[in-house]
């Protein structure tokens, strides 16, 4: 059974940073797709950004240039590396594993920045 378990988050001022992790347990596909999507309150949830197995990523046009999304050398851990954090930032953040048609999800992780 795949588990994703999400850390990270937390309070922060704008302009600030975080970095968010994910580990994923229980895959064993060489081959997929992890990113990090957010839900803000009263808004749906929306793609962060994506990496494939090779580190191909793809970012929103609103986090680009100041997000980075990695992979762990384990390559089932993710990392979403957030700087110059705007109050419009502030969500839930959840990790997502795609493989072979299944998508996984973990609980999330709150991240509120302060303006």
């Known amino acids: 059974q795949v588990q994703l378990a999400e850390s990270g988050g937390g309070l922060v001022q704008a302009g600030g940073s975080l970095r968010l992790s994910c580990v994923a347990t229980g895959s064993w596909w060489r081959n997929n797709l992890m990113a990090w999507y957010r839900q803000a309150p009263g808004k749906e949830r929306e793609l962060v950004a994506h990496i494939t197995s090779d580190g191909t990523t793809n970012y929103a046009d609103s986090v680009k240039g100041r997000f980075t999304i990695s992979r762990g050398n384990g390559k089932d851990t993710v990392y979403l590396q957030m700087n110059s954090l705007k109050s419009e930032d502030t969500a839930i953040y959840y990790c997502?594993?795609?493989?072979?048609?299944?998508?996984?999800w973990g609980l999330g992780t709150q991240v509120i920045v302060s303006s």
């Open positions: 997502n594993l795609a493989a072979h048609g299944s998508n996984y």
